[in-house]
T-cell receptor, first 115, second 116 residues
Framework: KQEVTQIPAALSVPEGENLVLNCSFT??????LQWFRQDPGKGLTSLLL?????REQTSGRLNASLDKSSGRSTLYIAASQPGDSATYLC??????????????FGKGTLLTVNP | DGGITQSPKYLFRKEGQNVTLSCEQN?????MYWYRQDPGQGLRLIYY???????QKGDIAEGYSVSREKKESFPLTVTSAQKNPTAFYLC???????????????FGDGTRLSIL
């Protein structure tokens, strides 16, 4: 059974700092890994998707990396801003059971960027 | 704008009552999903549908039912058999399935269900 862990559970940083969020998964037989952002009381916004054959994806100040063999992904946020404050969720697509539809989610990292 | 619309935003259920949550998408996506989110837990899959008139149970389908009569619509009914329905419900869609590798899931803004 695929399990996804996100560390830390919460992170508070001053504005302008670069930061890294971590995601680990137990089953390396994945199709992809997706990072989402969730604002309070809202749905999820897709930030980046990394296919299993890729090592990283970039969008603006965000960079996500994937090391499938070690079961790890990181989300790097450069020059953080107060508007980046949200919960960041990691979701892994697929497992050794051959599920062709399933995303397994971590519990998220609550990020607070202080002005 | 293309997107996923969930309604209502807030919903209250009385004991013994069935309630239906609406999910509509205009992204022309084939696959649709329903998730449940509880505090301190990751999202859990309730049902998913790959195509019109087909749907499959997810990890926590007991006490829920769905239909997929139109490509754009995937309503979720929370039945009286669901004993702990209080949660945040999220609908998602994707062009294809996860196994295709490059198919991100897109989410609506959710419906918060509470018990009266």
């Amino acid at each position: 059974k695929q399990e996804v862990t996100q560390i830390p559970a919460a992170l508070s940083v001053p504005e302008g700092e670069n930061l890294v969020l971590n995601c680990s998964f137990t089953d390396s037989a994945i199709y992809n890994l997706q990072w989402f952002r969730q604002d309070p009381g809202k749905g999820l916004t897709s930030l980046l998707l990394i296919q299993s054959s890729q090592r990283e994806q970039t969008s603006g100040r965000l960079n996500a990396s994937l090391d499938k063999s070690s079961g790890r992904s990181t989300l790097y946020i450069a020059a953080s801003q107060p508007g980046d404050s949200a919960t960041y969720l990691c979701a892994v697509g697929g497992d050794s059971g051959g599920s062709n539809y399933k995303l397994t989610f971590g519990k998220g990292t609550l990020l607070t960027v202080n002005p | 704008d293309g997107g996923i619309t969930q309604s209502p935003k807030y919903l209250f259920r009385k004991e013994g009552q069935n309630v239906t949550l609406s999910c509509e998408q205009n992204l022309n996506h084939d696959a649709m999903y329903w998730y449940r989110q509880d505090p301190g837990q990751g999202l859990r899959l309730i049902y998913y549908s790959q195509i019109v008139n087909d749907f499959q149970k997810g990890d926590i389908a007991e006490g829920y039912s769905v239909s997929r009569e139109k490509k754009e619509s995937f309503p979720l009914t929370v039945t009286s058999a669901q004993k702990n329905p209080t949660a945040f419900y999220l609908c998602a869609s994707s062009r294809g399935l996860t196994s295709q590798g490059n198919q991100p899931q897109h989410f609506g803004d959710g419906t918060r269900l509470s018990i009266l």
